[in-house]
């Protein structure tokens, strides 16, 4: 079965410092990772997204994340974290399942950013 | 920018009642999506549709039925509202890519519904 797990459901972290959010995920084939982020009062926002390619991908404000295929993983990391970062975040995996392709989500990690 | 709006931000029914959800996108995007988010859950995905009039169940339909008549519309119904369909919703719209696995789904900004 099709399966999206973030560990963590709170991350702290220190303005400045950097951070990481982890993301595990369990599909047959390959699959096509998103990211996005939630704040309050407010839908979700698309982050970045795998579907090929270099295994480092680049998204908005200043966050990257990394496929591990062997560890699969696609952990979110942004190099020095800001006060306004803090929001909810999802990992989300798309995957050709019986019915077609599906997207799960990941029950999301809450990021706090202390200043 | 991509806009998906829904008709509210806050709404509080009875149990019974007959609960209407509107989600109006402005993207000419073919697919579009109900989910609702609950705490530690994510978001699971309710009803989804790829074109319009058509509509595929999605992971939890028990309780709700959708709407398309109208490529930028996709209005989720509760027949009958329970206590236990207190919640969060989200609407999404993607284009659909040849129906591919690649769509970056567009979200509006949530719908929280008290059942009482």
């Known amino acids: 079965a099709q399966s999206v797990a973030q560990p963590e459901d709170q991350v702290n972290v220190a303005e400045g410092n950097p951070l990481t959010v982890k993301c595990t995920y369990s599909?047959?084939?390959?699959?096509?990772l998103f990211w996005y982020v939630q704040y309050p009062n407010r839908g979700l926002q698309f982050l970045l997204k795998y579907i090929t390619g270099d295994n480092l991908v680049k998204g908005s404000y200043g966050f990257e994340a990394e496929f591990n295929k062997s560890q699969t993983s696609f952990h979110l990391k942004k190099p020095s974290a800001l006060v306004s970062d803090s929001a909810l975040y999802f990992c989300?995996?798309?995957?050709?399942?019986?019915?077609?392709?599906?997207?799960?989500f990941g029950a999301g990690t809450r990021l706090f950013v202390k200043a | 920018d991509v806009k998906v709006t829904q008709s509210s931000r806050y709404l509080v029914k009875r149990t019974g009642e007959k609960v209407f959800l509107e989600c109006v996108q402005d993207m000419d995007h073919e697919n579009m999506f109900w989910y609702r988010q609950d705490p530690g859950l994510g978001l699971r995905l309710i009803y989804f549709s790829y074109d319009v009039k058509m509509k595929e169940k999605g992971d939890i339909p028990e309780g709700y039925s959708v709407s398309r008549e109208k490529k930028e519309r996709f209005s989720l119904i509760l027949e009958s509202a329970s206590t236990n369909q207190t919640s969060m919703y989200l609407c999404?719209?993607?284009?659909?890519?040849?129906?591919?696995?690649?769509?970056?789904?567009?979200f509006g900004p949530g719908t929280r519904l008290l059942v009482l």
């Open positions: 989300a995996v798309r995957s050709r399942d019986t019915g077609g392709f599906k997207t799960i």
């Open positions: 999404a719209s993607s284009f659909s890519e040849g129906r591919g696995p690649k769509e970056t789904q567009y």
């Open positions: 599909v047959s084939g390959n699959p096509y």
